[in-house]
């Protein structure tokens, strides 16, 4: 899996750096073709491939995709998100690590959190709490983009996954791919990079923007020099995809 995941990243950050910008109003092939991860059994329903067993795709029969502007669909586990993100203080890290490599550093009441760019990059996703608050912390590689976003939408919480397909837009980024995260709990698909739910019970919201606390982007030498106190997110960690999760409906949230 972790061969897979790499020449994955390899792939599509050299076609995403070569793609060259496309007027809006023409059709653009993906670099996979997606012609069999559209499924439509002609029941009114619209489907998207998200992995071998069918309960495993995704329902975009209400989305606001442009289907052509899609790419990959290797499927919803690719990449090991993390639900219980496991932290080491700076001085244990055993890791070696340059001094010019980049950190996403949370500042919070609690403490500081440091999420290592090289390690999000093989996760993508992290459902963390910090200061009570449940907190997604994403990063794209192709797109260079960090989002760190509350969770809690309506008085629900939600957790995130990577849906194995990226999206691009001209005008956003520079046309750069970037990775479509969908929610366990409505299956819903979300592009972070606009902050907005591209499908399912989500279509047209957005994560609040709103955090009681900061973060920036920094190195691992002014980790070591300014902020010797963080935790750091641990090397190696691993977690099963579960088997089940608790489905909630639209009637579950109460956004009033």
């Given at each position: 899996m972790k061969i897979n995941v790499f020449f994955f990243l390899f792939i599509v950050t050299l076609v995403s750096c070569s793609k060259k910008d496309i007027p809006e109003d023409e059709v653009t092939a993906p670099y996979i073709p997606l012609s069999d991860k559209i499924i439509d059994h002609g029941d009114g329903n619209l489907w998207l491939y998200g992995g071998q067993d069918e309960e495993d795709h995704f329902n975009i029969t209400n989305n606001s995709i442009r289907?052509?502007?899609?790419?990959?669909?290797?499927?919803?586990?690719?990449?090991?998100?993390?639900?219980?993100?496991?932290?080491?203080?700076?001085?244990?890290?055993?890791?070696?690590?340059?001094?010019?490599?980049?950190?996403?550093?949370?500042?919070?009441?609690?403490?500081k959190f440091a999420y290592p760019i090289e390690l999000m990059v093989k996760h993508e996703v992290v459902n963390d709490v910090i200061d009570g608050i449940p907190v997604l912390v994403s990063y794209c590689i192709l797109a260079d983009f960090i989002g760190v976003f509350p969770r809690e939408y309506c008085k629900q919480t939600l957790t995130f996954g990577v849906s194995g397909y990226t999206y691009y837009q001209n005008g956003v980024r520079d046309g750069r791919d970037g990775f479509i995260l969908w929610d366990r709990d409505t299956e819903s698909l979300w592009w972070p990079i606009i902050n907005k739910g591209m499908s399912g019970t989500f279509l047209g919201a957005s994560l609040d923007t709103d955090l009681p606390f900061s973060w920036e982007r920094t190195t691992m030498g002014d980790l070591r020099m300014n902020h010797t106190d963080a935790k750091i997110l641990k090397f190696g960690q691993f977690e099963v995809p579960p088997e089940n999760w608790t489905r909630l409906e639209e009637n579950d949230f109460d956004c009033d």
């Amino acid at each position: 899996m972790k061969i897979n995941v790499f020449f994955f990243l390899f792939i599509v950050t050299l076609v995403s750096c070569s793609k060259k910008d496309i007027p809006e109003d023409e059709v653009t092939a993906p670099y996979i073709p997606l012609s069999d991860k559209i499924i439509d059994h002609g029941d009114g329903n619209l489907w998207l491939y998200g992995g071998q067993d069918e309960e495993d795709h995704f329902n975009i029969t209400n989305n606001s995709i442009r289907l052509s502007n899609l790419k990959y669909g290797l499927g919803r586990e690719l990449f090991n998100s993390l639900r219980d993100p496991q932290y080491t203080a700076l001085s244990n890290l055993t890791t070696p690590m340059h001094d010019s490599s980049e950190i996403i550093l949370i500042h919070a009441t609690e403490g500081k959190f440091a999420y290592p760019i090289e390690l999000m990059v093989k996760h993508e996703v992290v459902n963390d709490v910090i200061d009570g608050i449940p907190v997604l912390v994403s990063y794209c590689i192709l797109a260079d983009f960090i989002g760190v976003f509350p969770r809690e939408y309506c008085k629900q919480t939600l957790t995130f996954g990577v849906s194995g397909y990226t999206y691009y837009q001209n005008g956003v980024r520079d046309g750069r791919d970037g990775f479509i995260l969908w929610d366990r709990d409505t299956e819903s698909l979300w592009w972070p990079i606009i902050n907005k739910g591209m499908s399912g019970t989500f279509l047209g919201a957005s994560l609040d923007t709103d955090l009681p606390f900061s973060w920036e982007r920094t190195t691992m030498g002014d980790l070591r020099m300014n902020h010797t106190d963080a935790k750091i997110l641990k090397f190696g960690q691993f977690e099963v995809p579960p088997e089940n999760w608790t489905r909630l409906e639209e009637n579950d949230f109460d956004c009033d």
